[in-house]
Nanobody, 115 residues
Framework: QVQLVESGGGLVQPGGSLRLSCAAS????????MRWYRQAPGEQRELVAT???????NYADSVKGRFTISRDNSKDTVYLQMSSLKPEDTAIYYC?????????WGKGTLVTVSS
């Protein structure tokens, strides 16, 4: 069955870095649009970054220049490299896969930015 599993979250100090991974299974990964979202406590889920099947990317203004989304189609995995982290980046980070009108979500990984 289709599955997305996020990993790489944790506690990091302000200014630090983390790399999140999202491993996909049972999907035609090379044609799938992959997105990272985040949801902070008490807030709505927001789109952070998108990578198309061809590799083009888009970012929320709040993370431009600090986050980088990438994909490895040979490993069916999408990554989110996060740098210069701020306390306001604290959230549960989710990946989402979309193709042929269908959307699938992972269960999320918690990122906490705090000193």
């Amino acid at each position: 069955q289709v599955q997305l599993v996020e990993s790489g979250g944790g506690l990091v100090q302000p200014g630090g870095s983390l790399r999140l991974s999202c491993a996909a299974s049972e999907m035609p990964f090379s044609i799938v649009i992959m997105r990272w979202y985040r949801q902070a406590p008490g807030e709505q889920r927001e789109l952070v970054a998108t990578i198309a099947s061809g590799g083009s990317t888009n970012y929320a203004d709040s993370v431009k220049g600090r986050f980088t989304i990438s994909r490895d189609n040979s490993k069916d995995t999408v990554y989110l490299q996060m740098s210069s982290l701020k306390p306001e980046d604290t959230a549960i980070y989710y990946c989402k896969a979309s193709w042929f009108g269908m959307d699938y979500w992972g269960k999320g990984t918690l990122v906490t930015v705090s000193s």
